[in-house]
C-alpha cells in the first residue's frame, strides 16, 4: 500500500519557525495537501496543490516540494498554532488518496 | 454554504454491519466527488473512500472487501456500509466533499463516533 511519512512531533517556541515534512514515493507525481486538526474538530485545509494557500488561510503558512519530500513551513508560529497536521496525496495512479500519520506540532 | 451532517447509529455490534448517512445541504453534488475518512481514538486519518454524484466509487484497498458506498441525490444524502465489523472499526467517522479539480475536501461533517462492541 501506498505511504505517507510524518514526523510523529515537532515542538517550536513562539516565533519561531515550524518545519513539517511529509514523504512518499508518489509525490514527484501527485500534488500534496495539508490539513490541521484541533481536538474535537474536523480538519482544515491550510495548504493544496504543494504550495497554494485558501483564502482564509493566514499567510504564515506556506509548502513546498523537493522530489519526493513535500514541507508544511508555519512562520512565527503562534499558539493558535498548536494542533496535529496532515499531509493527504494519492497514489501514483491518483486514484486512491492516503493521509500522513498526522504530525503533533507543539507552541512551548 | 455547503453543510455535511453524518447521522447513524453509534454502537455496532461485532460481526454486523456498520450504517451510516451523511445529508449535504446548501450545494450541488455534481462536481464532487464525496468522501468517507475515519479516525479511531487518538490516532490518524484515514481514507475509506469515495462516490461521485453518477455513482462510480473508490474504495482503500485495505477495505474494499468490506465496503460498500452509494449516492442519492434526490434526497441529498450518500452513505456508507462497512461489513463484518470489528473493534478495529472503532472511529469517529467523518463524510467530507473533495472538490474534483483541485481535489481538496473543503467541506466536512463534524463526525460521528461509532463504536463496535457487544
Known amino acids: 500500500s501506498y505511504e505517507l511519512t510524518q514526523p510523529p512531533s515537532v515542538s517550536v517556541s513562539p516565533g519561531q519557525t515550524a518545519r513539517i515534512t511529509c514523504s512518499g514515493d508518489?509525490?514527484?507525481?501527485?500534488?500534496v495537501y495539508w490539513y490541521q486538526q484541533k481536538p474535537g474538530q474536523a480538519p482544515v485545509l491550510v495548504i493544496y496543490?504543494?504550495?497554494e494557500r485558501p483564502s482564509g488561510i493566514p499567510e504564515r503558512f506556506s509548502g513546498s516540494s523537493s522530489g519526493t519530500t513535500v514541507t508544511l513551513t508555519i512562520n512565527g508560529v503562534q499558539a493558535e498554532d498548536e494542533a496535529d497536521y496532515y499531509c493527504?496525496?494519492?497514489?501514483?495512479?491518483?486514484?486512491?488518496?492516503?493521509f500522513g500519520g498526522g504530525t503533533k506540532l507543539t507552541v512551548l | 454554504q455547503v453543510q455535511l451532517q453524518e447521522s447513524g447509529p453509534g454502537l455496532v455490534k461485532p460481526s454486523e454491519t456498520l450504517s451510516l448517512s451523511c445529508s449535504v445541504s446548501?450545494?450541488?453534488?455534481?462536481?464532487?466527488?464525496w468522501t468517507w475518512i475515519r479516525q479511531p481514538a487518538g490516532k490518524g486519518l484515514e481514507w475509506i473512500g469515495r462516490?461521485?454524484?453518477?455513482?462510480?466509487?473508490n474504495y482503500n484497498p485495505s477495505l474494499k472487501s468490506r465496503v460498500t458506498m452509494s449516492v442519492d441525490t434526490s434526497k441529498n444524502q450518500f452513505s456508507l456500509k462497512l461489513t463484518s465489523v470489528t473493534a478495529a472499526d472503532t472511529a469517529v467517522y467523518y463524510c467530507?466533499?473533495?472538490?474534483?479539480?483541485?481535489?481538496?475536501?473543503?467541506?466536512w461533517g463534524h463526525g460521528t463516533l461509532v463504536t463496535v462492541s457487544s
Open positions: 467530507a466533499r473533495e472538490e474534483d479539480q483541485l481535489r481538496t475536501y473543503d467541506s
Open positions: 446548501g450545494g450541488s453534488f455534481s462536481g464532487y466527488y
Open positions: 462516490v461521485s454524484a453518477r455513482g462510480s466509487t
Open positions: 508518489a509525490l514527484p507525481k501527485q500534488y
Open positions: 496543490k504543494d504550495t
Open positions: 493527504q496525496s494519492a497514489d501514483s495512479s491518483g486514484t486512491y488518496r492516503e
